[in-house]
């Protein structure tokens, strides 16, 4: 039972293009939706976030947004740049405690061709 | 200056045997994570101490058992390793008053393989 789903294993995109990476999710008592980026033999590190009270939230060239009625989320990355070529994970997290039980999809792989 | 560290980072070892794996954050967060992502992927929580109390603890076998000797360490222990338990072992910390607070760090992850 995947609650958080990345349906594109892998985007592949030309530099100075946008990146378009989604996630759709299952459970409407999510209230917190993360990105997380990871490179090859690293462990993830945290690249934005937003709160189900919000649509957009913007961060540099990395803007995350939040589709509620539909549960879907999208980042976008623009310009892309080579250095971007990692995997990506959405997560997301139901609130109400302290304790994040993130919940994970099963990541999406960016390449970034210069 | 690593903020999560993790030690080993290679586990190469038998069916059968007993390993543990370290996970130290310098962050002074009071929440740590142990996560393990599979052949496919996906990045699923196993375990979560606040201030040294279990508060998470998800569906995994009794042979797993975490330890968490003071706030900045969480150890994790496997007992009677089978192959199916081959796979990155994360650790992660948060901090509670933090925001946004659900953000947790992450270490460079255990690469763990039962022979």
Known sequence: ???VKQNSPSLSVQEGRISILNCDYTNSMFDYFLWYKKYPAEGPTFLIS????????EDGRFTVFLNKSAKHLSLHIVPSQPGDSAVYFCA???????????????????TVHP | DTAVSQTPKYLVTQMGNDKSIKCEQNLGHD?????????????????????????????????????????????????????????????????????PQETQYFGPGTRLLVL
């Open chain 1, 1 to 3: 039972d995947q609650q």
């Open chain 1, 50 to 57: 937003i709160s189900s009270i919000k649509d957009k939230n």
């Open chain 1, 92 to 110: 997301s997290y139901p609130g109400g405690t302290s304790y994040g039980k993130l919940t994970f999809g099963q990541g999406t792989i960016l």
């Open chain 2, 31 to 99: 929440t740590m994570y142990w996560y393990k992502q599979d052949s496919k992927k996906f990045l699923k929580i196993m375990f979560s101490y606040n201030n040294k109390e279990l508060i998470i603890n998800e569906t995994v076998p009794n042979r797993f058992s975490p330890k968490s000797p003071d706030k900045a360490h969480l150890n994790l222990h496997i007992n009677s390793l089978e192959l199916g338990d081959s796979a990155v072992y994360f650790c992660a910390s948060s901090g509670d008053r933090e925001w």
